[in-house]
């Protein structure tokens, strides 16, 4: 939502509420003055805007009022309607709490939204703390700027937001969006429910669809306060706690991509560890919408399922990664599962590649295979090619790998008949291990050659039957 709508409406509700606040009982034709005495500064501080509305109720035991068929003119000319906004101060700490009903905005000063419409069924606003420094106030009394980050509150929750973008073929609709304990003291947690985009423009029919998304343990505000600041913000290590998103589904043109389920989890143990986590599931991508895929399209698959488990953990006393269990594969094609300790710092010392090859050395590494068709699939393909059998096709590989290489005839052995018996048999595991005789970065290899590297990093590659 663009930020001069959530501008005016938070000014609005913020001065309202404010007006109606207090700690001490108020007559009846007082809580209507305060509420005059509200709009007419909103309406100052705003020149050329103004606030009005069909009809008013005010209830002195509650501290609340309900204003309907509300239009609020902004300085621009930006109109926004609400049918009901009902406003109630609470009794201590300046707490207030909003509800509106309908609320609806034109937006004619954004490229993006050129022309564009927003509405929303309903919006909760549950124990805001209208703090003084939210707003930033001129000598005259003039609101000169709303700082959002200085704002706290339990609850905000909006139903049914529709965004009709400038094109008129373009438009957003979410079911549902909620955040929950803002404030800079505070972490919060983020619920997205129901989220499409569709943009129907020259019949190209593209569409990006979030079934929901979770996001727990996250400092929002202090996200806002340096946005605010113009500076740069990075988040802590152990945040968000969680973030998982459900059935995403994107299609640009021809281009088609679909998520089932992904879970990044963050845990730390007191001082000592950092836990990791990144679990996905049914990640559907065809083969003919990225270049880096066409290869497997040329060997006849035309779309990958994957599926995985990226976990770390980060021992603080001992600087170093653990990546176990880091497993990734592919539906028909096989399962690579990675188990290795890397020495280094938890974040690299700078955001460039030299920082990453130089800040992070092996200490050890061991990777599985364990193949789910690829073998049988690529000798049918060959098969097919060669008009031979399979058992032809794989006998030629047989041959091919029980010749030594020149420069690396120990490994080339190790691996040629590791790869054998994988082919004799489909359900063993392929394994690569590296022990290196002491940890190594990737730019401490580049002064050995290619035979010093085997050496050094003490590489085995071996076959076992799955455990």
């Known amino acids: 939502m663009k930020k001069s709508v959530i501008f005016g409406t938070t000014a609005v509700i913020l001065v309202l509420g404010s007006s109606l606040g207090g700690g001490y009982i108020y007559l009846q034709h007082q809580l209507h003055n305060r509420l005059d005495a509200g709009i007419k500064m909103l309406e100052q501080s705003f020149p050329g805007s103004s606030i009005v509305y069909d009809r008013s109720v005010t209830n002195v035991f509650t501290r609340s009022a309900i204003l309907e068929k509300v239009k609020i003119k902004g300085q621009s000319g930006q109109l926004y309607t609400m049918d009901k906004l009902n406003i109630k101060s609470g009794s201590r700490n300046g707490l207030m709490s909003a509800t509106i009903d309908n609320f609806e905005t034109k937006i004619d000063s954004d490229l993006m939204m050129n022309n564009g419409q927003i509405h929303v069924d309903h919006i909760d606003l549950n124990n805001f703390v209208p703090r003084k420094d939210l707003l930033d106030i001129d000598a005259s009394g003039k609101i000169k700027s709303v700082y959002f980050s200085k704002a706290k509150f339990d609850l905000l929750n909006l139903k049914n937001i529709t965004m009709k973008l400038s094109s008129g073929s373009e438009k957003i609709a979410i079911a549902q969006y909620q955040i929950k304990n803002y404030g800079l003291d505070r972490k919060s947690d983020q619920t997205l429910n129901d989220f499409r985009y569709y943009d129907k423009v020259n019949n190209r029919d593209n569409y990006f669809n979030i079934q929901s998304l979770q996001i727990k343990d996250l400092s929002f505000a202090k996200f806002f306060q340096n946005i605010e600041y113009g ?171 029980q010749k030594p290489d020149r420069d690396f005839p120990e490994l080339s052995k190790q691996a040629g008949n590791a790869v054998i018996d994988v082919i004799h048999h489909p359900d063993h595991e392929l394994t690569i291990e590296v022990n290196p005789d002491k940890p190594y970065s990737f730019l401490d290899l580049t002064s050995y050659n290619a035979s010093q590297i085997i050496d050094h990093l003490n590489i085995k590659v071996h076959s076992d039957s799955k455990h």
């Open 231 to 401: 500076k740069t913000f990075e988040f802590a290590s152990d945040e968000p706690k969680l973030f998982h998103i459900k059935n995403v589904e994107l299609k640009i043109d021809a281009a088609r991509y679909q998520l089932g389920d992904m879970q990044i989890s963050t845990e730390k143990d007191g001082k000592n560890r950092l836990f990791r986590g990144n679990k996905f599931d049914n990640l559907q991508l065809q083969t003919d919408s990225d270049p880096r895929l066409y290869a497997l399209k040329q060997y006849g698959y035309d779309q990958l399922n994957l599926f995985g488990n990226l976990s770390a953990q980060y021992h603080y006393d001992l600087q170093e990664w653990n990546l176990e269990p880091f497993q990734i594969g592919a539906k028909n094609i096989g399962n690579v599962k990675i188990n290795a300790r890397v020495k280094g710092p938890e974040k690299p010392s700078a955001n460039n590649e030299m920082a990453m090859i130089n800040d992070y050395k092996i200490v050890s590494f061991t990777m599985h295979f364990r193949d789910d068709g690829l073998i049988q699939h690529l000798a049918d393909l060959k098969s097919r090619e060669k008009n031979e059998s399979v058992d032809q096709i794989k006998q030629e590989w047989i041959e091919d790998l």
